[in-house]
Each structure stands twice: as structure tokens, then as C-alpha cells.
């Protein structure tokens, strides 16, 4: 049996100097951290994924998006194990609307980026630490 990679889809989405976070309300890892993302599905484009996750998770439609990267994790599953994920990310700013937390997100808030140290150890994944400093980098600090 070959240990191939699921690939996933997620969305940063900066706000001023802060960034969207949800908490998790399901299994694995429910209670923790997450950016709003998941599981792409049969034939659907990465970008569009990313967009429909974002939209199931949070209600927010957000406009043009910048490639951020490819970041690699594992995602374990009780009764089945773990296994590898592709995880591919967008960043976009944040242009109107509240996120209501919907889906499998139990709370959305917005997050210092430049202050996410003592945030990491409720991080659901080992890659967003990762992720969360590239979005900075390349938002460049700047305001939306």
C-alpha cells in the first residue's frame, strides 16, 4: 500500500494586520486553531477549492488571491490512521462581512499576524506556523 498525499486547499485572509483563525468544532483535533481550508474534491480546481472552503467555513467571499505555497502535514483519522496531505494555500485580504463559524468551524476570530507566538501551541497543524510567516512576508505588513 503506497502512503499517497490527500491534497487540501486553504485560505489566509488578512484583515488589517490580522488574520482569519477558526477553531475547530470537529474531530480530528477539535478545539484547536485552523485556517479555513479542507479536502479538495474530485476534479475541483486548488484556487476554487480554497474559495468554496472559505465560503462553507466562514460565509466570506473574498476577491483576487496571490498564491502562497505548498505545505506539507499529516492528518490522522481514529480507526483509520495517519496519512500525508498536500496542502496548498491562497492569500487574499478581507474586503466586508463578519465570519459566522459554520461547517466544521466552532468559532471564527481574527489574530494579531505580527503576534501569533503565544497562539502556536493551539495551532491545529504543524505546517500553519509555516504558513502564517510567509503570509505575513508577503502581505508585507501592510493595511488592508
Do not use: I, Q
Amino acid at each position: 500500500m503506497f502512503d499517497y498525499p490527500r491534497p487540501c486547499a486553504g485560505m489566509v485572509v488578512v484583515k488589517r494586520a490580522e488574520v482569519l483563525l477558526l477553531r475547530r468544532g470537529h474531530l480530528p483535533r477539535r478545539g484547536w486553531l485552523d485556517l479555513p481550508g479542507g479536502f479538495l474534491e474530485a476534479g475541483e480546481d486548488m484556487e476554487a477549492a480554497a474559495r468554496r472552503e472559505l465560503l462553507e467555513e466562514t460565509g466570506l467571499e473574498v476577491g483576487a488571491t496571490r498564491w502562497l505555497g505548498v505545505y506539507w502535514d499529516r492528518y490522522h483519522l481514529r480507526g483509520f490512521g495517519a496519512f500525508p496531505t498536500m496542502n496548498f494555500y491562497y492569500l487574499a485580504r478581507w474586503r466586508a462581512g463578519e465570519p459566522r463559524a459554520a461547517d466544521d468551524a466552532a468559532a471564527a476570530l481574527w489574530a494579531p499576524l505580527h503576534r501569533l507566538a503565544p497562539w502556536r501551541p493551539r495551532f491545529a497543524w504543524r505546517h500553519m506556523a509555516t504558513v502564517l510567516r510567509d503570509a505575513h512576508r508577503v502581505a508585507g505588513g501592510k493595511r488592508s
